[in-house]
């Protein structure tokens, strides 16, 4: 189930804005399919942003993520040009990663 | 003399072993991602057992962390949140929303030139305080804000 994955950082001042968006169903757990069980949790866990190779963000998230995350993130220091990588992994295994340059 | 012998014997056993590690596919080296996924935290039920988890339990009121996040949510499914912090030396945010069945949503931490913020869609199954905790030199800091909820975000 892993989508596109689409990022884009623009340096705004000092700081690269970094946004992110991940194609994931985020399911809670606690919805009812139409057959009246459960749908189980599948959500993304662990999220990690890496400026030119290095990790400068690492999160974790539960199911109360929206469906189809978008996060936004600010790294100081950072130059037009760097590599801005960024990388999933879900309560499955599942794992997905894209990079972008700093524009 | 003796002593530096072993320590670079045992330095190449232990490359040896990463090697045979490596051949055999036992170290996957593109999944350059870390696991870490603190469990007991997520799975609390009170955001107090989650603060306890993420060894945050003493905390103090700060004016310098500053949560944007609607008074009136339409759609609890996908409420915009923003958060950061001023304090310095901040490396780490936790999201929590106190009434949600689990209420930690989300932790980050920061390091090299990554600044303490974070802006996500959350879900929101009823109005809650919506707590924002901030480590800054092993103390922790929060503040809080509260977001009613007009259409619980439970579904998904």
Redesign the interface.
Same mark, same amino acid.
């Given at each position: 189930m892993s989508g596109p994955m689409k990022a884009r950082a623009r340096m705004q001042g000092s700081?690269a804005d970094v946004r992110v968006l991940m194609s994931h169903?985020?399911?809670?757990g606690?919805?009812k399919g139409r057959d009246g069980k459960p749908i189980p949790k599948h959500f993304i866990?662990?999220?990690? *942003?890496?400026?030119n190779g290095?990790?400068? =963000? !690492? $999160? !974790?998230?539960?199911?109360? *993520? @929206?469906?189809n995350? *978008?996060? @936004?993130?600010? =790294? $100081? $220091?950072?130059k037009a040009g760097d590599k801005v !990588?960024i990388?999933?992994?879900d309560n499955k295994g599942d794992?997905n990663?894209t990079e972008t340059a700093v524009a | 003399m003796d002593e530096a012998r072993r320590v670079v014997l045992r330095g190449a056993g232990a490359t040896g072993v990463l090697a045979v590690a490596l051949a055999a596919g036992l170290l996957k080296p593109e999944r350059a991602i870390a696991a870490s996924w603190n469990k007991a935290a997520f799975d609390a039920k009170s955001a107090v057992d989650a603060l306890k988890s993420i060894g945050a339990a003493d905390t103090q009121e700060s004016g310098d962390i500053v949560i944007e996040a609607p008074q009136i949510a339409e759609n609890g499914a996908v409420v915009p949140i923003e958060v950061s912090s001023k304090i310095p030396g901040t490396t780490s945010l936790a999201v929590l929303i106190e009434k949600n069945p689990f209420p930690l949503a989300a932790h980050f931490k920061f390091t090299g030139g990554a600044m303490p913020f974070v802006k996500v869609n959350v879900k929101m199954g009823e109005s809650s305080i919506v707590r924002v905790v901030a480590d800054a030199g092993g103390k922790h800091y929060t503040a809080t804000k509260e977001v009613k909820v007009t259409i619980g975000g439970c579904g998904g």
């Open positions: 700081y169903p985020m399911e809670t606690q919805r866990q662990n999220l990690e *942003v890496k400026l290095k990790t400068v =963000i !690492e $999160g !974790e998230v539960s199911q109360a *993520v @929206s469906r995350p *978008v996060f @936004s993130f600010r =790294i $100081g $220091g950072a !990588e990388s999933w992994l794992t990663k | -």
